[in-house]
């Protein structure tokens, strides 16, 4: 089972609305609406934020959210702040041998 | 509120067996998927494996010779054994809780670095 796909950084302005991509195929990404977004801070533990493609965790802003389109999803974060300066990584169920695939990762700066 | 704590050696010599616990609290460990993940220094995350306290398991197929993980629900612990390590496993390990065989990852452990040497 290979890594999903997503750019390897991603930047933006404060305020301003960014996406990350994430391309899987259709074995794992286009086959389940079982999307998950997680952002890892420096030297921390990840954190889930976004699941089943679309879904936020109570403890999430709403200036994130998630879709899907074929078999590639996708993070937004509105409204950029700061603190949005992490990692984040995408994983996805595949119903196969390896039920978890994890994105490569994309770093996201606040300009 | 529930949390995990991963524990056990920072370094592991070329060969040997890589021993780590996950204590958890605040919730049974009954009824839930526990997950090791790691990630190497400066890479992505690599998914291990789970363990159900039915007593289904299932590993990553290019880990599964060498991995085992298990459960103590007395203790409330979640153990991950990893035979003939080499310097490709080292890596920090996270555990993690998920509630089924297809959802999210909601609580994880701060993670512990394990450096194997040689």
Known sequence: QSALTQPASVSGSPGQSITISCTGTSSDVGDYNFVSWYQQLPGKAPKLMIYDVTRRPSWVSNRFSGSKSGNTASLTISGLQAEDEADYYCSSYTGSTTPYVFGTGTKVTVL | ?118
Do not use: M
């Open chain 2, 1 to 118: 509120q529930v949390q995990l704590q991963e524990s056990g050696p920072g370094l592991v010599k070329s060969s040997e067996t890589l021993s780590l616990t996950c204590t958890v609290s605040g919730d049974s460990i009954s009824s839930y998927y526990w997950t090791w993940i790691r990630q190497p220094p400066g890479k992505g995350l690599e998914w291990i494996g789970y363990f159900h306290y039915s007593g289904n398991s299932i590993y990553n197929p290019s880990l599964k010779s060498r991995v085992t993980i298990s459960t103590d629900t007395s203790k409330n612990h979640v153990f991950l054994k990893l035979s003939s390590v080499t310097a490709a496993d080292t890596a920090v390990y996270f555990c993690a809780r998920a509630s089924y065989d297809n959802s999210p990852f909601d609580y994880w452990g701060q993670g512990i670095l394990v450096t194997v040497s040689s």
